[in-house]
């Protein structure tokens, strides 16, 4: 099956585990990457800065209305809620949800409405519910979802909240998600 879409949301201690998932993704990875990470409402592109030294992969902080590539990783602007539209991103300044803006579960949920059985969702290290609620809606459309074993995140709370609640498709160490990823997208191999 071909996917349109990688979602992945993080909180607390996401810097470090969203580089050793994109580091160890090839240059011709091409299903584009959306990313919210918690942060605070004042924090520069400082992220996409740090990322891109370990990732050949384009990645960019998210403008309104900007088109969705192949090939790229999208990271939700801070204080901004990231949504996905059809072949385009938009953004939003509603009310936080669960204390987060940019929101996992907003992300996750419009990824859903657009991509359904045609995105991969995936959960990281965090330290509240954001994402669960977004991890199901993925799941009820068909879509494939990962979330991070909890005994290798730096904060298990939001890997175990999302594993207690949606029955998901797999449950790996953080090494292994991009590995899957790269199988998942490209069962024929390079």
Same mark, same amino acid.
């Given at each position: 099956m071909?996917?349109?879409?990688?979602?992945?949301?993080?909180?607390?201690g996401?810097?470090s585990a969203?580089?050793?998932?994109l580091?160890?993704?090839?240059e011709?990875?091409?299903?584009?990457?959306?990313?919210?990470?918690?942060?605070?409402?004042?924090?520069?592109?400082?992220?996409?800065?740090?990322l891109?030294?370990?990732?050949?992969?384009?990645?960019?902080? &998210?403008?309104?209305? $900007?088109?969705?590539?192949?090939?790229?990783?999208? +990271?939700? =602007?801070?204080?901004?809620?990231?949504? %996905?539209?059809?072949?385009?991103?938009?953004l939003?300044?509603?009310e936080?949800?669960?204390?987060?803006r940019?929101s996992i579960?907003?992300?996750?949920?419009?990824a859903?409405d657009?991509?359904?059985?045609?995105m991969?969702a995936?959960?990281?290290t965090?330290?509240n519910?954001?994402?669960v609620?977004g991890?199901a809606?993925?799941?009820?459309?068909?879509? &494939?979802?990962?979330? $991070?074993?909890?005994?290798t995140a730096?904060?298990? +709370?939001? =890997?175990r909240?999302?594993?207690?609640? %949606?029955?998901?498709?797999?449950?790996?160490?953080?090494?292994?998600?991009?590995?899957?990823?790269?199988?998942?997208?490209?069962?024929?191999?390079?």
């Amino acid at each position: 099956m071909a996917f349109n879409l990688v979602a992945i949301g993080t909180s607390l201690g996401g810097l470090s585990a969203l580089k050793i998932v994109l580091q160890n993704l090839p240059e011709r990875f091409i299903t584009p990457i959306a990313i919210a990470q918690h942060r605070h409402k004042e924090s520069d592109n400082t992220l996409s800065s740090l990322l891109q030294q370990f990732t050949g992969l384009p990645i960019h902080e &998210v403008e309104d209305k $900007q088109k969705i590539l192949p090939g790229h990783v999208y +990271i939700a =602007p801070a204080d901004y809620h990231l949504l %996905v539209e059809a072949g385009h991103f938009s953004l939003s300044t509603d009310e936080p949800v669960s204390y987060a803006r940019p929101s996992i579960d907003v992300l996750l949920e419009s990824a859903a409405d657009v991509y359904g059985s045609q995105m991969i969702a995936i959960l990281l290290t965090g330290a509240n519910r954001d994402g669960v609620q977004g991890l199901a809606a993925v799941k009820a459309r068909g879509g &494939v979802t990962i979330v $991070q074993e909890p005994q290798t995140a730096e904060s298990p +709370i939001l =890997p175990r909240a999302a594993i207690s609640t %949606v029955q998901v498709d797999s449950i790996l160490p953080l090494p292994c998600i991009a590995p899957y990823l790269v199988h998942l997208c490209n069962p024929a191999g390079w």
